[in-house]
């Protein structure tokens, strides 16, 4: 856990994240980044906490981004990684590398999908995986960073 957290809680989202409610609504559904965002602001605010949302589709801005919650101390981050979720190192090492807590966040479950999507750097890293319960894995992952 972060030393005297007072920052926000960042919510990183890597590569076609952007895209949610259009690409391939079976799998990820109906919800846009900007109706997930909507839902985390709101329950933040219950809960006396900023927010910090980001999406990039380039793998360094995640790992700047990484580097900057310790710097502003955020109380945790929430990284949907993406498809850098089985394939970055060097996004695992800049979690291994900071102290700020990581809640890995999945909409779909990877394990019930191609094998591939069986290996996770990021969970490796990560304090938490939360997966397979669509926007509501955000707010999940909300409710556990709360608690840090």
Do not use: C
């Not at 076609?16 to 919800?31: T, V």
């Not at 965002?37 to 360094?60: C, K, P, T, Y």
């Not at 990581?102 to 591939?116: D, T």
């Amino acid at each position: 856990m972060a030393e005297n957290a007072t920052g926000p809680i960042y919510v990183l989202n890597g590569p076609n994240l952007n895209l949610l409610g259009l690409r391939e609504p079976e799998i990820y559904g109906h919800d846009t980044l900007d109706d997930i965002a909507g839902m985390l602001e709101d329950r933040a605010r219950e809960l006396g906490l900023e927010i910090d949302l980001r999406q990039s589709n380039h793998e360094g801005h995640l790992v700047d981004w990484l580097h900057e919650a310790q710097a502003r101390r955020a109380k945790a981050v929430l990284l949907n990684a993406g498809a850098f979720t089985h394939s970055s190192i060097a996004i695992h090492d800049a979690i291994k590398a900071v102290t700020t807590p990581v809640i890995e966040v999945h909409l779909s479950n990877p394990h019930r999908r191609e094998e591939f999507r069986h290996i996770s750097y990021v969970g490796r890293a990560a304090k938490g995986t939360i997966a397979g319960f669509g926007a509501q894995s955000y707010m999940l992952a909300l409710e556990a960073a709360a608690r840090f």
